[in-house]
Every structure is written in structure tokens, then in C-alpha cells.
């Protein structure tokens, strides 16, 4: 074996980083026992969040929704209706940067404000409003939401606990709109699985997850009201979506730089899934992969000191550098280039390839664990729709293809089987779904 490939694996192993010390079934039984404790209101790292969204309603033919979408970088409005084949129709796009990702603090009404600006010129021309928040946010049976708490690092500590929907029909209303529509607040999962569902009418499917990999990570599956013991009054015999915030998983395989990339994010003790594998900390991760690397001796002096001024490789440069080790306009490169040796520039690549096969092998449990836990049909003719949205996922280096080969006979061996559907505009799709059918 190539002796730069021994050396971080020896690496690796001792600082629990390494991709196979990842059991896909421990962390998917570890997920599962979550996943019921959060629906039973005992402590869980994960939410289970119920969406109230009934997924068997059918979509009405040429109505129009106004659709925002707030996710982790921007923020999206249109207007959206549907044709009788199921297939979409956008209007009036528009995008801005999500408030709170400019690198400083947003208040509460500027954060409002902004989102109304959007919304504002499309408000006369629909009745309903979708609104897609891709944060971890409690959905009222109003179909309205509380964000919990802010993932991402977004900058607006005042917006935390606040009624999404209802701030932003007030914020409406201070821009002198009279009849401000109801709105139907959303998780971008949510919305990627509504969206799924719609693009395949006719189709009858075994079961349905929604997943995303982008700046954040996260599930949502169909489950029985039954099984959801901790909310009130839910319609026995009924079903609806669960958004599981996956992203905040306790993963029990974290490793020294997972902690150390930790203790750098305003909240150290969430969201540790998340933390190992999205796109939004991707980069801080490999920075602090790469500099345990320099301590530990596993990549030379001179480049152990470069590291040190560098600041943060970027979650682009970090992957790119496994795409393309010699490619143009990547910092990382060049600092390999002007500092390293060859043996560097193997061990980083070694390095960086082995965060992204452990993030295929957590990506597989995540996903695997709604479609067991979930209202499943069993066996080849009944399979999962598995509708997976973000940019980050269709990116990574080889991303795609890792995750296939480790679920496919994951989920086979158990008699679960899934097609992959992949839609343009998920958050905006499904969010004017669930605007037109809730
Ligand atoms: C959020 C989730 C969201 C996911 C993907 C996470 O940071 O907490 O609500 O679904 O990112 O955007």
C-alpha cells in the first residue's frame, strides 16, 4: 500500500477520524432508538418535529402560491402553480442574501423587514403563502413556527423563539399590504419530499424520505400518528411528516478534530452530525483536520507554519483539492504547491478523501434509518421514494456514488429498497405543495 496512505490511516485511526471506525448499522440502531425517544418526548438529540403536513392531499391544477425559501446562504421568492402532469411553473424569481450571513448581527425586524421586501410585489397575486425556514423550528397545528434555535451560524439572535409566519405577515402589514395571505411555514426536507412526491404522480411508492446535504444536513419520513406519542389530539390511523433535524444527531463516532472544529462554532454542544459532514463546515473541518495533522507530525514543518497564517480552507478548495489536486484557483493547492512536499500533497489528499468517505458512510446511515423506522413497504415492489436536494451532496467528490454502494445493500439485505429522486428547486416546489394543499 502506498506508505503516505499508511500514515494517515495510522493518523486517523488514533485520533478516531477514521472512516471505518463508522458502523453504518450501529449508528443507524443508535439513530433509531433516537428517533423514537424524540417521538415519545424523552430526551433525544433529535427534535422529531411533527409537521402537520397530511402528505395523501392532491395538488390543485393552475393555482398559484407565493413561495419564500430561507435557506442556509439565500433567500428565494416566487410565485409557484402546477400543471395537470404534476410539473412546476416558476414565476418572478427573485433571491437576496439570507439576513444573518453577512458576518454581522441582524435584529429582529431588519431580519423581518428583508424577507417582506420579497414577498411584498408577489402578495395581491396568490392566496396562500409556502414558506420554506430551514432551520429547527416547531410547527404549530396552525401550520405557523417557532424557530427553536438557529443551525447554520446565521447572525440573528432576536429571531430565536419568534413565530416565523406571523412576523412576517406583520412585517407585511407595516408595508401597508391589506389582505396578507395565511402562511404554511415548512422545512426545506419537508418541502424536498412534498416536491418528490408531486414529480412522480400515479407512481405509488413504499415509503417517502426527504434529505438534505447543503450548507446543513437533515431527514423527514412519513410516520403513523400513533407512534407520535408526545403531541396531542393527532388523528389515530392518520400519518404526516416527521422532520427528524438529523443534522443534530449525538454521533457517537466524533473524533479529536470534530471536537476541536466544535469548540470554534457559537454552539459547541449541537449539531454534531452536521458538524462532521456539511457543506457548511466542511472546510472548518478539513482546517482543523490539517492542523492536528501539523501537530501530530503527519505533514511537514514548512507547511505546518504556513497552515498556521493560512486561516480557513474553504469547503470548495477542500473538496475541489480531492476532485483535482493540481487544479487552478485553489488556495489549498497553491499552499501545497508553495509549501509542501509531495508527501504533503499525497497525506492531504489521503486526508481529505477520508472525511468525505466518512461522511458517505453517515450520509447512508441518516438515510437508511427513516426508511426502516418509517411507514415502509417492504420488498422490491414497494420501494422508498427518496427525494434528496443539495448542492453539496451532488458535489462532493464522489459523493453520490459512495453513499449508493453502501445503502443499496444496507437497505436490500433488510428488504427495503429505494429509487433516488432528484428535483430542481425543491424548497420552492414544495413549499407552494404545501401552501395549495394544507
Ligand atoms: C437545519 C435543518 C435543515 C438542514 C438542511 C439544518 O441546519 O437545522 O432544519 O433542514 O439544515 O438545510
Redesign the pocket.
Known sequence: MNSNRQAVDRFLHDHDMHPEAVSIDETVRHMTEEMEQGLAGQPSSLAMIPTYIDTERSVPVGEKAVVLDA??TNLRAALVSFQEDGSPIIEDFSKRPMPGTQGTVVGKEEFFSSLAALVEPLASRANTVGFCF????EILPNRDGRLIHW??EIQAPEVEGCLVGAQLQNALVERGIKEVPPVTVL???VATLLTGKAASVGRDWGAYVGF?L?????TCYVESNDSIAKAQGLASGGQQVI?C?S??FACRHRGTADVMLGETTSKPET?WL?KML?GGYFGALATQVMKLAGDKGLLSLPLKEQLARFGEISTKDADNYTHNPQGTNNDLVSLLQSSGSNADAERTWFLMDALLERAARLTAANLAAPVLKGQSGKGPLAPACLTVD?TTYYRYYRFESRVEALLRPYLAERDHYYETVRVEDAPLIGAAVAALTN
Open positions: 435557506g442556509g430551514s432551520y429547527p423550528t443551525s447554520k422545512n426545506d426536507t438534505i447543503g450548507t446543513g444536513t437533515n422532520n433535524e443534522g443534530s449539531y452536521e456539511s443539495g
